[in-house]
């Protein structure tokens, strides 16, 4: 490995490890993303990599990893270094600089899929994606104007996983639930109304899309009246709701195990 050691922390090269802040994009689509466990699980898959920040230690112990793609900038620095460079304490030794992969079409996307509308929060984004991932949900639909899952704090709580997902970002929702309806899919709400049906109770079609709604808010009137159907999580009485994410995980589990 061609390791660079760093004799000034302010080249520009370095600055985008500090300018890229949770949800911060470049025009090529940057990101940074944080910590080994997560890093290594992008190099593994097929991510531009464009450079690696890192201590010394972590690039002897992932070595055979990190040979395994054509990084251009290895970048060997101390912690205090790293924490300079950032500027802000950091409870790991490595950081990666990548691009975004292309979004995928919306007719390309696979049987389940995921939307969702309004989600306000980036953990919320990387939490549903981490159980997507695991539950076989290789599909992710997004709003535009949401957090996006390859910000910085959403890849640490997918763990990364988001890179297992076909992602699709969307601009006007109900035009999108339409063309999936065009498509084959059944549209699922996750909303309590009077006519939801309890997921025990559900009949899984075979393509299907789940839509959770703000963590707040939930599903406006508007888009439920596109939808197929709309289903609740049955509950002890006096609770209202799950977590977005622990609801999303509980519903896909049922959609895929059914």
């Not at 390309?108 to 995921?114: E, T, Y």
């Not at 299907?208 to 197929?228: A, F, N, P, R, T």
């Not at 609770?239 to 895929?256: D, E, H, Q, R």
Request: proline share 3%.
């Amino acid at each position: 490995m061609n390791l660079i050691e760093i004799e000034d922390i302010n080249i520009p090269e370095l600055q985008i490890y500090k300018q890229l802040r949770d949800n911060a994009f470049t025009e090529d689509n940057s990101f940074i993303a944080d910590s080994p466990k997560v890093i290594n699980l992008l190099l593994e898959s097929d991510l531009e990599i464009k450079s690696i920040l890192s201590t010394k230690e972590y690039y002897e112990e992932f070595e055979d990893l990190i040979r395994k793609k054509d990084i251009e900038k290895l970048y060997v620095a101390t912690k205090k270094e790293l924490e300079s460079i950032v500027g802000h304490t950091v409870h790991h030794n490595a950081m990666m600089h990548g691009i975004r992969p292309e979004p995928t079409p919306l007719d390309a996307l696979g049987d389940k899929i995921i939307m969702l509308d309004e989600i306000s929060s980036t953990q919320n984004v990387g939490s549903i994606a981490r159980s997507a991932a695991a539950l076989g949900v290789n599909s992710y639909l997004l709003p535009k104007q949401g957090p996006h899952p390859y910000s910085r704090r959403s890849l640490r709580v997918s763990m990364g996983y988001v890179s297992k997902l076909q992602i699709h970002i969307y601009e006007n929702i109900i035009e999108t639930i339409e063309a999936l309806k065009q498509a084959g899919y059944t549209i699922l709400a996750a909303e309590v109304t009077n006519e939801s049906i309890e997921l025990a109770k559900l009949e899984v079609p075979e393509k299907w899309v789940l839509i959770m709604g703000h963590e707040g808010k939930g599903i406006s009137k508007e888009i439920l009246e596109h939808c197929d159907k709309t289903v609740k999580i049955e509950m002890v009485e006096g609770i209202k709701s799950f977590n977005v994410s622990v609801a999303a995980s509980i519903m896909m589990y049922k959609l895929i195990y059914s």
